[in-house]
């Protein structure tokens, strides 16, 4: 089936220029309405990367006026969590979903990702973190709106039933759910509730279009770029050529002379002009001349970063993935045939559509953020320890994002706003432009990937050894050891074959830049390498590749599963069209499991992907609907990475500046054709934003190395490296 979305949707009810802090305690105190923090009970969570433990809560607003609101927990950044979150809520309240509005949550305990450890949205976690906690919290909503009914009508809560926003028992009693909400508020908040079964779902799992689609069609939806307070000026930040440089010497007299300027100000990681408009802080902004101290990262190359890599491989600490299977070295020796090989992965930026921008206003010792974050929490703690304000006097109201991708976990620009804010006085709107974003990254890491694989004399695989050496992100952002395994480094390390004898390894390896992560992370580094690998091994026995894979997968039937019909509905078994060829790929990220098939030519090095064959199995589906928008992003998105995404650096300075040089793909280059199978599942559901952008990078090799007659071993698949290959 080709898929498709539908763009019409319900207008979304997301309020805009108002506090979020200032919003719960208005309505919770004003309306008389319920608002109710519920609790998952015994889903206590340890952070892998923070090591902290933390209690997950939700929260949700009905209000006199039977106004349903879910506070959300996660930023909507374009991957539809808008919508999925209230279909949850909506599902166990039974209303109509567009009766349910959304609003950001503000900083707080009560709104931590329970999957990810911190009050952060990324990891494909949205959906999996909510699956049980906003269900029981809409349950628990009510089963306390019955009871208030009950006592309020002195009858038997069995006689009473709950939907369509009111509740209504015999005689034709009813009341709203607004009316019931103060008497609702009063009363305990149960623990246990029965959930419904997915049988009786009249929203979950329905296609569903997205609520907030009009507002951005019609220009009402609020970005950080749209902000605008009273008195608020705006700021340009001139930062070092080369990341971690500092500032030695400031000539700020022509710029302090250009028309509009108010200020210029010396901040922690470069120098703001501050002027009464944006271009004119831009403008000004060209008058410094700045001395810089270029720091450590003066002479990096990309060149030199990746000779430190293919050293620290074999030099630096070895963390072991898992417990090796069997004896690899030894059945290395007695292999029929032995492969060994090298996968390379490039540095790459995030660069969404919005560019970097937030807004900051400080006064008396307090401060209120305002822009697109996906890390609420960290952007408290950050503004906090740099400007000295305690971290119950900062406020933060999230805007829609224009992108995100991982970029928006990051805290430098929120940081800089606040330290101009301060220093000037003023509501302050700092604004990067795409050179600054695409100069200023953190960057997805480079890695190296090294395999090494035997086969016995029938071509089956007897070892298996992989070793990727990369910069580890989660020790940059979060304080983990070097000597900690990251587990932002192994996502699909391990694949799913059965092979006998097994090791899997990563070194851990400081390349000289700052790193973040990007969509998907590791997944791409290490779903190239084993799915390659896999190829080389099954070309080299005669076996078709499907085939070769299906015969490792004994005892894995959601796998199997996904790869048969992928080889079904792709028609991997008839010819392709004349000049193309077909590459597949398996993996599993994030609870889902995907297959997919890559269909391609290659025109003197230039690939084209003609189509892209996609089956997944992510269990349960909240909003299938946005798992087709969520497989179509991610296929974009993915081969933007894998035909032309690199950032190079030289000098310490990255060399790609802005889209003409750091391309995405153009819809002139995007697949004309992408079949997406779901796969029904009662599973839990398993995340869904991220893997399909791995996957079909790995695909898009393999059908390339098959039109080609040799094997893509590094990224990305430009005609330059094409040729190369």
Do not use: C
Not at 33 to 57: D, E, K, M, Q, W
Not at 371 to 390: D, E, I, R, Y
Not at 514 to 532: C, D, I, K, M
């Amino acid at each position: 089936m080709t898929a498709f979305i539908a763009s019409n949707a319900a207008e979304p009810a997301v309020p805009a220029g108002v506090s979020r802090r200032g919003f719960l305690k208005g309505s919770a105190l004003a309306s008389g309405g319920l608002l109710l923090g519920f609790v998952v009970p015994g889903s206590r969570t340890v952070a892998v990367a923070a090591g902290i433990v933390h209690t997950p809560n939700a929260w949700v607003h009905i209000a006199d006026d039977n106004t349903i609101t879910l506070i959300s927990h996660q930023s909507e950044m374009g991957q539809g969590v808008y919508t999925a979150l209230p279909m949850l809520i909506a599902e166990e309240l039974n209303v109509d979903i567009r009766k349910v509005h959304v609003a950001i949550a503000p900083p707080g305990k009560a709104y931590i990702n329970a999957v990810l450890g911190g009050q952060l949205t990324g990891g494909s976690a949205s959906v999996r973190d909510s699956w049980e906690k906003l269900r029981i919290g809409g349950a628990q909503v009510r089963e306390m709106l019955i009871s208030a009914a009950a006592a309020r009508w002195k009858i038997d809560r069995a006689q009473l039933a709950a939907a369509d926003g009111m509740v209504t028992g015999p005689g034709g009693r009813s009341a709203t759910y607004g009316q019931l909400a103060a008497d609702a508020s009063k009363l305990p908040v149960p623990n246990d509730v029965p959930l419904k079964s997915p049988k009786d779902f009249r929203i979950v799992g329905k296609p569903t279009k997205r609520l907030d689609t009009p507002s951005k069609v019609n220009g009402t939806a609020r970005f950080g770029i749209d902000v605008k307070l009273p008195g608020m000026v705006y700021a340009s930040v001139e930062q070092s050529p080369v990341l971690g440089g500092t500032a030695k010497a400031v000539y700020d007299v022509e710029a302090r002379a250009m028309p509009g300027v108010i200020d210029v100000v010396r901040i922690n990681d470069g120098v703001a002009v501050v002027a009464d408009s944006w271009w004119r802080a831009r403008k000004a902004r060209d008058k410094l001349k700045i001395v810089w101290d270029e720091g450590p990262a003066a002479n990096l190359s990309s060149a030199s970063m990746a000779e430190g890599i293919r050293k620290a491989a074999d030099t630096e600490k070895v963390l072991e993935v898992q417990k090796p299977v069997g004896d690899v070295d030894a059945a290395l020796k007695t292999a029929a045939k032995t492969f060994k090989a090298e996968y390379w992965s490039p540095n790459l930026a995030h660069a969404p559509i919005e560019p970097m921008n937030f807004t900051a206003s400080y006064e008396n010792g307090k401060l209120h953020l305002v822009g697109p974050t996906q890390f609420q929490q960290g952007a408290v703690g950050a503004v906090s320890a740099v400007l000295g304000v305690k971290p119950e006097d900062v406020t933060v109201e999230t805007t829609f994002l224009g992108g995100g991708f991982g970029r928006r976990l990051e805290l430098d620009f929120i940081v800089q706003a606040a330290q101009v804010s301060k220093a000037v006085g003023k509501p302050v709107k700092v604004v990067w432009t795409r050179e600054d974003d695409m100069t200023h990254d953190f960057y997805r890491p480079m890695a190296l990937n090294q395999v090494e694989a035997g086969v016995d004399a029938n071509g089956n695989p007897v070892a298996f050894k992989m070793r990727m050496t990369s910069q580890g992100v989660t020790q940059r952002a979060f304080g983990l050891p070097k000597e900690k395994l990251d587990p932002f480094m192994i996502e699909a390390a391990v694949a799913a074959y059965n092979v006998p004898n097994t090791r899997h390894e990563v070194v851990n390896h400081d390349a000289g830049i700052r790193v973040g992560y990007l969509r998907s992370v590791s997944h791409p580094f290490n779903v190239f390498a084993n799915e390659g690998m896999m190829d080389e091994m099954a070309a080299a026995a005669g076996k078709d590749p499907i085939a070769y894979r299906l015969a490792l997968l004994d005892g894995k039937p959601r796998f199997s599963n996904v790869l048969k019909l992928a080889a079904e509905k792709s028609g991997w078994n008839t010819p392709a069209p004349a000049g193309h060829f077909r590459g597949v790929a398996l993996m599993e990220g994030y609870g889902t499991v995907m297959a997919m098939v890559s269909e391609v030519s290659v025109d003197e090095g230039k690939v084209t992907v003609h189509r892209v064959t996609t089956v997944v199995d992510l269990g349960y589906m909240v909003n299938p609907d946005t798992v087709v928008a969520q497989l179509q992003s991610s296929v974009a998105f993915g081969l933007s990475a894998a035909l032309m995404g690199e950032i190079t650096f030289a000098n310490g300075r990255a060399q790609q500046t802005n889209y003409d040089t750091y391309p995405v793909i153009r819809m002139n280059e995007h697949p004309p054709v992408i079949d997406i199978v779901l796969v029904p599942s009662t599973e839990k559901p398993g995340g869904i934003g991220e893997p399909g952008a791995a996957v079909i990078q790995a695909a898009t090799a393999n059908a390339v190395s098959a039109a080609i007659g040799k094997r893509i071993r590094r990224l990305p698949m430009t005609p330059e490296n094409v040729m190369k290959a």
